[in-house]
């Protein structure tokens, strides 16, 4: 009773933010519903080291378009069961209104710390993030933009196959020449709330619901997003 009681009261607190982001004044703001759809690996070489894949294809207007393909490569570092620390490279072809791709190179350094408690579980995970766009064919492509992103997350085992989480993620402008009425800002927030289902002991399907808001840009956008995602968790194991 009382785990579906802490389902239920996910529920409400996510609707209420979804109503408090529809209910501000949006006249200047543009909205969009989509869809990002995510498969990602990760190989341990042992109990601290492991190898970080991923794929994403992401939809917009209205589930009708791409919008981008990304690919995800990196090392993640489990310092011990508390704080972990990955350094990621993404690869990106985002799809343009003139049917033409920008190619985009990202790198994230990850630092994450979480409190576990009973079937409870809070974390703080702090990104930072810096970007280039179209290096060979932009003269400005070698202008990196720098962004601090700071996500906290409450999550909670339903069972021991199945995980319910609510976040929100606050993201600062260190500096983006292409944006510089965001300069030193904050200017975009995520809310999430999803389940996590446990098949095996090696792989896991998620599905969550993503609101996203942006202020202090010149062109703020309010997108709504479905998600599904499906990971695999493997590891190395040696011959003798």
């Known amino acids: 009773m009382v785990k579906w009681?802490?389902?239920?009261?996910?529920a409400v607190a996510f609707l209420l933010v979804t109503d408090e982001v529809k209910g501000k004044d949006n006249s200047l703001m543009y909205s969009d519903a989509g869809s990002w759809n995510t498969f990602s690996i990760s190989y341990a070489f042992n109990k601290k080291l492991a190898l970080l894949f991923t794929e994403e294809l992401r939809l917009r207007e209205n589930y009708s378009r791409l919008n981008l393909f990304y690919t995800n490569v990196g090392v993640e570092y489990k310092v011990?069961?508390?704080?972990?620390?990955?350094?990621?490279?993404r690869w990106i072809d985002k799809y343009l209104e003139n049917d033409n791709f920008s190619f985009r190179h990202r790198?994230?350094?990850?630092?994450t710390i979480k409190f576990p408690y009973k079937k409870y579980t809070i974390s703080y995970r702090?990104?930072?993030?810096?970007e280039g766009r179209n290096l060979v064919t932009s003269e400005s492509g070698f202008m990196p933009e720098w962004y601090s992103?700071?996500?906290v997350q409450l999550s909670y085992n339903i069972t021991k196959k199945l995980g319910a989480?609510?976040?929100?993620?606050f993201r600062y402008q260190i500096h983006d020449p292409r944006s510089i009425e965001s300069e030193g800002r904050w200017h975009r927030m995520r809310y999430q709330g999803g389940l996590d289902y446990e098949f095996t002991n090696k792989s896991k399907f998620g599905v969550y619901y993503l609101i996203q808001r942006e202020w202090n840009v010149s062109a703020p956008e309010n997108i709504y997003i479905t998600g599904l995602e499906y990971s695999l968790s493997l590891k190395h194991t040696s011959k003798r």
């Open 165 to 169: 989480y609510i976040d929100a993620e």
């Open 149 to 151: 992103r700071n996500k």
């Open 107 to 111: 790198l994230m350094w990850d630092a």
């Open 80 to 89: 011990n069961k508390y704080f972990k620390t990955s350094l990621v490279y």
């Open 5 to 10: 009681k802490l389902i239920c009261l996910i």
């Open 126 to 130: 702090h990104r930072l993030q810096v």
